[in-house]
Nanobody
Framework: QVQVVESGGGLVQAGGSLRLSCAASGRTSSSYNMGWFRQAPGKEREFVATVTRGAGLIYYADSVKGRFTISRDNAENTVYLQMNNLKPEDTAVYYC????????????????WGQGTQVTVSS
């Protein structure tokens, strides 16, 4: 079992940057697919990015490709989401999640979730 805690959210102007962190405890995060999801008010929680266990393959949602970068530091048991060129439509609560299934793009593929961190992008 693994516990994850997000940090790094905040308020930023459009075009700005933020880096979110996801600290894992319990089992090492490298044993899990580590994903980022986000949920805007009134919308479904959606996939943002993931880095897989083992090979460390990386996938992004089309909406963030080229602007966001996911990375993992196995020594620190931490996963990061670097967000550049932020847009107002990126405003959401961002969640870190850990899973160990072959599927990586859906909410149900992740069994362990953090409490979320708010990201607000002003225009």
């Amino acid at each position: 079992q693994v516990q994850v805690v997000e940090s790094g959210g905040g308020l930023v102007q459009a075009g700005g940057s933020l880096r979110l962190s996801c600290a894992a405890s319990g089992r090492t995060s490298s044993s899990y697919n580590m994903g980022w999801f986000r949920q805007a008010p009134g919308k479904e929680r959606e996939f943002v990015a993931t880095v897989t266990r083992g090979a460390g393959l990386i996938y992004y949602a089309d909406s963030v490709k080229g602007r966001f970068t996911i990375s993992r530091d196995n020594a620190e048991n931490t996963v990061y989401l670097q967000m550049n060129n932020l847009k107002p439509e990126d405003t959401a609560v961002y969640y870190c999640a850990a899973g160990n299934t072959a599927e990586v793009f859906t909410r149900t593929a992740y069994a362990y979730w953090g409490q979320g961190t708010q990201v607000t992008v002003s225009s």
